[in-house]
């Protein structure tokens, strides 16, 4: 194989796995193409740019996701809009895949802010009920020691705050892709490239309905929360609370159906309405869902205790022909069993927000396709 030709075997393959998350770094993944093409060593000159493996990445979703990109490129400039206007004070910068229209699955939407505290920003967050999570990163760069601090808030999109000394508003921050000075936009310049590059959009009122929109990520963990405190029968319960109870029921149903999103709500909110009424706990559970949740998710939690009827053989004839007929039998039936299983005291199960983080990515992930 020439140089030409290995070097760009190598760009491709390291930009699959950066574009399937296999890998999130260019040097690792230019690492692990080279490991995988060839036998000896690769001469540095061989490897290929981080640019080249961009371009690469960008070839894969154009084929991938085809028109879904433009949609999705459009619906997260505003989104970006939105929390800009919301940390105004804080002189947000767009940067990244959502500005230079380069986004492919998975993409987040990066702002830079410039504070010298970092609790007026997350006080905003909190304010506007977004979750988020602060990391404080250690970072060597030419023998030079720095921590960067980031806020990840977890959205309809996913966002990445960098926060900068207040300082810092006019520096010039170079790419580590080209060395180059990175593309940024202001509040203003975002607002003129959404009406430049998507005129269909009428920018205020999109935003009044985002503003309007219910997250029901939110709304689930606000169901969920109550749980923890929620005792059963320890007869047919030894596992302790209805929480806990119902993270194992997800797991189990992750293992699974790890692509099944319906079925993985349906594992984590069976008995969410066992903190309304748990007198009716199906009932209370479905109001309390009601348009947040699609038919056969509904159905899944409408129809589990149903199932243990069915089970037992304590269930109407008819009742029995209803739950037969249905195309959602065999998933019900499986959503019985693990519901039965997840009974077991002290087994690991994840937190809310993992469980959570997981169901949104993989709307995310659905939504690309």
């Known amino acids: 194989m020439s140089d030409a030709k290995l070097r760009q075997a190598i760009a491709r393959e390291a930009a699959r796995l950066m574009y399937e998350r296999l890998e999130s770094e260019y040097f690792t993944a230019k690492r692990q193409a080279a490991k995988r093409l060839c036998r ?3 001469k540095p000159s061989d490897l290929p740019s981080n640019a080249e493996i961009r371009d690469q990445i960008q070839l894969l979703a154009r084929v991938h996701e085809g028109e879904a990109r433009t949609a999705h490129l459009r619906d997260m400039r505003l989104h970006a809009l ?24 998975g993409s987040d939407i990066d702002l830079h802010l410039f504070s010298d505290h970092i609790e007026p920003i ?27 601090t980031h806020i990840h808030v977890f959205d309809v999109y996913p966002f990445e705050l960098t926060v900068y000394p207040e300082d810092k508003a006019h520096y010039v921050f170079k790419s580590s892709i080209t060395g180059q000075p990175i593309e940024r936009a202001s509040l203003r310049e975002l607002e003129e490239l959404i ?14 309905q985002q503003q309007q929109a219910v997250d029901p990520y939110q709304l689930f963990r606000l169901l969920l929360a109550p749980l923890e405190n929620v005792s059963q029968n320890p007869r047919y ?7 806990y109870h119902s993270l194992q029921v997800f797991e189990l149903a992750r293992q699974e159906r790890p692509w099944d999103e319906e079925f993985l709500q349906a ?13 009716d706990h199906v009932r209370a559970g479905l109001d309390a869902l009601a348009g947040l949740i699609t038919e056969r998710t509904a159905f899944l939690i409408g129809h589990h205790m149903d199932a243990l009827e069915y089970k037992k053989g304590t269930l109407g004839h008819r009742q029995r022909q209803r739950l037969e007929q249905s195309e959602h039998f065999e998933d019900l039936m499986l959503l ?15 937190t ?3 469980a959570l983080d997981y169901l949104r990515e993989l709307e995310r992930h659905n939504r690309w396709k």
């Not at 939105?82 to 699955?105: D, E, Q």
């Open 237 to 243: 319960h030894p596992e302790g609370d209805v929480l």
């Open 267 to 279: 594992a984590l909110l069976h008995d969410v309405g066992k903190g309304i009424d748990p007198t």
């Open 82 to 105: 939105r929390l800009m206007r919301l940390l105004a004070r804080f002189r947000p910068r767009l940067i990244g895949s959502v500005l230079t229209g380069h986004i492919r699955k």
């Open 40 to 42: 000896g060593l690769v």
């Open 122 to 148: 997350t006080a905003i967050l909190e304010t506007e009920g977004l979750p988020y999570e602060v990391e404080r990163k250690h970072v060597v760069k030419q023998g030079e020691a720095r921590i960067f």
């Open 336 to 350: 019985r069993d693990l519901d039965n299983r997840g009974r077991v005291p002290g087994v690991w199960v994840c």
């Open 352 to 354: 809310v927000d993992e």
């Open 195 to 208: 009406a430049r590059e998507h005129p269909e959009v009428a920018i205020e009122e999109a935003l009044r």
